[in-house]
Nanobody, 125 residues
Framework: QVQLVESGGGSVQAGDSLRLSCTVS????????MGWFRQPPGKEREWVAVINWSGGTKYYQDSVKGRFAISRDNAKNTVDLQMNSLKPEDTAVYYCAADRRGTAAIRMDPDLDAWGQGTLVTVSS
């Protein structure tokens, strides 16, 4: 069972940038598709960005396309989320997730192999 630890959350102003990082341990990182999710206050969790094992396939929610970028470094066992032009509606707890079934499962199935503990991102106007 892999373990995921997120870092990089914080409080920023609208228009600022923030980079989240997720470090994975305890398994073969290249076997896993990875995703970033978020849960805004009072709302359900949603996927934000997903990347396949090689980094060659990426998906984004429409609300973050052109502003967020997901990447992974298989040598370092990390997956990052670069967030630019942040908006107050991006305020949420952000979670990293991993699943061996790949990107479709990550986008559609909430029962994934592993989740991080979450990191809070607050964007003020």
């Amino acid at each position: 069972q892999v373990q995921l630890v997120e870092s990089g959350g914080g409080s920023v102003q609208a228009g600022d940038s923030l980079r989240l990082s997720c470090t994975v341990s305890g398994g073969d990182f290249e076997m896993y598709g990875m995703g970033w999710f978020r849960q805004p206050p009072g709302k359900e969790r949603e996927w934000v960005a997903v990347i396949n094992w090689s980094g060659g396939t990426k998906y984004y929610q429409d609300s973050v396309k052109g502003r967020f970028a997901i990447s992974r470094d298989n040598a370092k066992n990390t997956v990052d989320l670069q967030m630019n032009s942040l908006k107050p509606e991006d305020t949420a707890v952000y979670y990293c997730a991993a699943d061996r079934r790949g990107t479709a499962a990550i986008r559609m199935d909430p029962d994934l192999d592993a989740w991080g503990q979450g990191t809070l991102v607050t964007v003020s106007s």
